[in-house]
Nanobody
Framework: QVQVVESGGGLVQPGGSLRLSCAASGSIFSTYLMGWYRQAPGKQRELVATITRGAITNYAGSVKGRFTISRDNAKNTVTLQMNSLTPEDTAVYYC????????WGQGTQVTVSS
C-alpha cells in the first residue's frame, strides 16, 4: 500500500506565495520522479514541475522563474514553492510519485483571488 499526501494549498491574493508539500509512504522501493501537476476547472491536467532523484528539474513554461521544486530523497518528500501567484494558477494541484509504478495524491486546492 502506498500513500501520497499533499498539504499546503489554500487561498492567496495575486502576487502572493504558497508552499505545497507532498509525502510518499508505504511500499515504495524507488521514487525516480516526483512532481506536481494541476487541473483547472474545464481544463486538462497539466504538468507544473517534476524533479528526478538526481535533482534534474523540469518546469512548465508558465511557472518557470516563479515556482521552485525540491525534494528530500531520504524522506520521499517533494516541495513546490510558488511565488508571484496569479489567478491563472488557480487549480487543484496533484502530487505524482513515479517509480516502478505511478502514484497520485488526492489533490490540494490552490485559489489565487483578491
Amino acid at each position: 500500500q502506498v500513500q501520497v499526501v499533499e498539504s499546503g494549498g489554500g487561498l492567496v491574493q495575486p502576487g502572493g506565495s504558497l508552499r505545497l508539500s507532498c509525502a510518499a509512504s508505504g511500499s515504495i522501493f524507488s521514487t525516480y520522479l516526483m512532481g506536481w501537476y494541476r487541473q483547472a476547472p474545464g481544463k486538462q491536467r497539466e504538468l507544473v514541475a517534476t524533479i528526478t532523484r538526481g535533482a534534474i528539474t523540469n518546469y512548465a513554461g508558465s511557472v518557470k522563474g516563479r515556482f521552485t521544486i525540491s525534494r528530500d530523497n531520504a524522506k520521499n518528500t517533494v516541495t513546490l514553492q510558488m511565488n508571484s501567484l496569479t489567478p491563472e494558477d488557480t487549480a487543484v494541484y496533484y502530487c505524482i510519485v513515479q517509480g516502478s509504478y505511478t502514484y497520485w495524491g488526492q489533490g490540494t486546492q490552490v485559489t489565487v483571488s483578491s
